[in-house]
Structures are given as structure tokens and as C-alpha cells.
């Protein structure tokens, strides 16, 4: 089995306990309008276009067979309904100009990459998460890694929406040993204009993660005149009051991903909204405390 990733990162602060590798699987059944990692959306590779390296000289526009690409104003335009995502345009390019994001590689030759940080996870109490894009979609992957990590004594965090299938989400959830629970907000319409999907199946494979007693930990993204009210967090509240669960990490909204949708020649919905920060969660960091959460913001 070949999962197909869009990056591997090391010595990771953030995922989990310790010092981690981050394993981030491409593909994602929500369309966040605030996502820092829109090409982890797709599930197969895709290109991207960096017009700073590119040289006008026409070479993929020439190759591609779908003409999906076209030249235009000394910029190479894509057309993402043509592009069948050959892939010719990025192998025939000299100068970079087009890249491709996603690759596959075999379960053993992850691994491999894995285990050579292994002191690192050993001396810090850290391990391994994979994050997304959205795992539980390529979870026989996700679960044949995790028992080969599990061989060595590796410890095994999940990051994920929980938009999948409750057979899906409980096959994985009986092979790892931390649940990183993305939770975007309480209300399900307003759950849906802002990813695309209703949190309903989400809301259920939570309370399901709690029946299997697995340790969560929630992480919210704090999104400008979206979820950052106190009217949501009281909502939210009530929530994880009924599972009872604790532990709640603040992720403030950051635009370290605009540049992204650039090179995707997509539209970034945020363009104008300035970064957070932790002071300006200071009202839910308060309420959530008072309510007898643990609270974390980063």
C-alpha cells in the first residue's frame, strides 16, 4: 500500500507530546475557507505555479495534452477543469516554475524516515501524528503505519477533522494513542458555510473517540467573525461538558498559507484579516478556564 503525502516534518512542538515527525496525508473532504494547507485538499498529486521562477518560455503549455495551460501576460494560466493532472508540464519545466504537490511513498520507506529520530521520541516522551489533509482517508495506510510505529514503541497521534464514516473512524481509533481533535464550531449550518460539510457526523465520531476512552485533546482554530465569539464558546462548552472533555488548545488564525492559493491560482477568502494572537483570545482563554477546561493557546 503507497498513501500519498504532501510533506513529512521533523522535530515538531505542536502535534502532540514531545518531540514529533509530523506525517501530513494528502486529501481532505472538508473545504476549510481558512486552510493554511490547500493543497492537501486533493487526493492525488497536483501542480502549482511559481511565477518567479518561470521564464515565459512556453515549454508546458507545449506539452500539457488536455491544453489546460495557457501564457498569458508573460503568466502561465491553469485551467483546473482541463488539467487531468498528468504531470507533464512539471516534469518538462527547467526552471521550477511548475511543481507538483503530493508524491506517494511505501509504508516501509516512511518508516524508515521515521525511525531515524527515533532517540528523539525516546528522550523527549514524543513519537509520531499524522496529520492532513484528513488521515481517515487513507486509513488502511494509516493503520498498517501505525502498528509497524507501534512495533518499535513509538507513540501514535492522529490529528483530524472526524469527518468520516463511523467505521472508518473507529477502525483507526482502536490502533493509535492520541486523538487530536480538529472542532471548528457548535453550530452546524454555520459549521457547513465555513468547511463545506455539517458537523453532525463529526459530533458523533467525538462522542464515539470518548465511549473508546482514548485521551483527547481539542483544537480549535479561532477564525475572525466566525467562531470567536463568547456566544460560541458557550455553545462549545456545553458540547465538550457532555463528553466530558478537558483538555482545549486556541489555535489563533494566522495567514502563513496565503501564498499558497497563489501558487494554485486559486482566491484566498482571508485576504485582509490581520493575524491573531494569543492576547486576542484572552476573552475565550478566560471563559474556557472558568468553565474548568484545561486551555492552551499557541
Not at 24 to 39: D, I, M, S, V
Not at 54 to 74: E, F, T
Not at 241 to 270: R, S, T, W
Amino acid at each position: 500500500m503507497k498513501p500519498i503525502l504532501f510533506n513529512i516534518q521533523k522535530f515538531c512542538l505542536h502535534d502532540g507530546p514531545g518531540i514529533r515527525t509530523t506525517v501530513f496525508f494528502k486529501g481532505c473532504p472538508l473545504r476549510c475557507a481558512w486552510c493554511a494547507n490547500p493543497e492537501s485538499q486533493l487526493s492525488f498529486p497536483q501542480i502549482t505555479y511559481h511565477d518567479k521562477n518561470c521564464h515565459q518560455c512556453g515549454l508546458c503549455v507545449s506539452v500539457c495534452p488536455n491544453k489546460a495551460l495557457s501564457l498569458i501576460h508573460d503568466k502561465i494560466v491553469i485551467d483546473h477543469q482541463k488539467c487531468k493532472h498528468c504531470l507533464l508540464c512539471a516534469n518538462a519545466c527547467p526552471f521550477n516554475a511548475i511543481q507538483i504537490e503530493g508524491y506517494t511513498m511505501d509504508i516501509e520507506e516512511i518508516l524508515n524516515e521515521i525511525l531515524k529520530d527515533a532517540d528523539f521520541y525516546k528522550e523527549s516522551n514524543g513519537g509520531v501524528t499524522f496529520s492532513g489533509g484528513e488521515v481517515l482517508s487513507q486509513v488502511q495506510a494509516a493503520i498498517e503505519l501505525a502498528d509497524k510505529l507501534h512495533e518499535h514503541n513509538i507513540h501514535v497521534a492522529i490529528e483530524t477533522t472526524g469527518y468520516s464514516s463511523k467505521e472508518t473512524f473507529c477502525k483507526l481509533l482502536n490502533h493509535i494513542d492520541l486523538l487530536l481533535f480538529d472542532f471548528k464550531h457548535p453550530n452546524s449550518e454555520k459549521h457547513k458555510k465555513g468547511t463545506g460539510v455539517s458537523n453532525q457526523l463529526i459530533l458523533e465520531n467525538l462522542a464515539l473517540a470518548k465511549e473508546h476512552e482514548k485521551k483527547i485533546i481539542i483544537r480549535m482554530p479561532i477564525i475572525p467573525n466566525y467562531n470567536d465569539s463568547l456566544e460560541d464558546a458557550k455553545h462549545t462548552a456545553q458540547i465538550f461538558h457532555k463528553l466530558d472533555i478537558k483538555d482545549i488548545e486556541l489555535l489563533p488564525f494566522h495567514q502563513f498559507g496565503e501564498n499558497k492559493y497563489q501558487f494554485l491560482q486559486k482566491e484566498y477568502a482571508y485576504p485582509n484579516n490581520v493575524q491573531l494572537t494569543k492576547k486576542d483570545l484572552q476573552h475565550l482563554i478566560e471563559y474556557y478556564e472558568s468553565e474548568g477546561f484545561n486551555v492552551k493557546c499557541s
